[in-house]
């Protein structure tokens, strides 16, 4: 049981560990407005997805979440124009003969 114990606490406290921010200080303009600085992902400076563009936008605050997702409706609704989804319903064999 003690093993178990040591087990959970260790595995929680390396999870507070590796989301712990590795610095405090803010950029002046975030700090102005009383955000955090957005980071790039790994590797990754800029999105390549229009989905990814908008997220940024919306994260940093250049878009109001209405907005986004009107973006989102209109490009969902632009793919579909583009590139309808048809789903076969009856996979027994000989129903599409």
Same mark, same amino acid.
């Given at each position: 049981?003690?093993?178990?114990? @040591?087990?959970?606490?260790?595995?929680?406290?390396?999870?507070?560990?590796?989301?712990?921010?590795?610095? !405090? +200080?803010?950029?002046?303009? +975030?700090?102005?407005?009383?955000?955090a600085? @957005? !980071?790039?992902?790994?590797?990754?400076?800029?999105?390549?997805?229009? +989905?990814?563009?908008?997220?940024?936008?919306?994260?940093?605050?250049?878009?109001?979440?209405?907005?986004?997702l009107?973006?989102? +409706?209109?490009?969902?609704?632009?793919?579909?124009?583009?590139?309808?989804?048809?789903?076969?319903?009856?996979?027994?064999?000989?129903?599409?003969?």
């Open positions: 049981m003690m093993v178990l114990v @040591v087990a959970v606490v260790g595995l929680i406290l390396a999870a507070v560990l590796a989301l712990w921010p590795l610095s !405090t +200080e803010r950029e002046p303009a +975030e700090k102005a407005r009383g955000r600085p @957005v !980071t790039p992902v790994r590797g990754h400076s800029e999105p390549t997805t229009l +989905e990814g563009i908008l997220a940024g936008q919306l994260v940093r605050g250049e878009i109001t979440q209405r907005q986004y009107r973006a989102l +409706e209109n490009l969902a609704a632009r793919d579909e124009e583009r590139h309808p989804l048809i789903l076969r319903w009856d996979d027994r064999p000989g129903a599409w003969s």
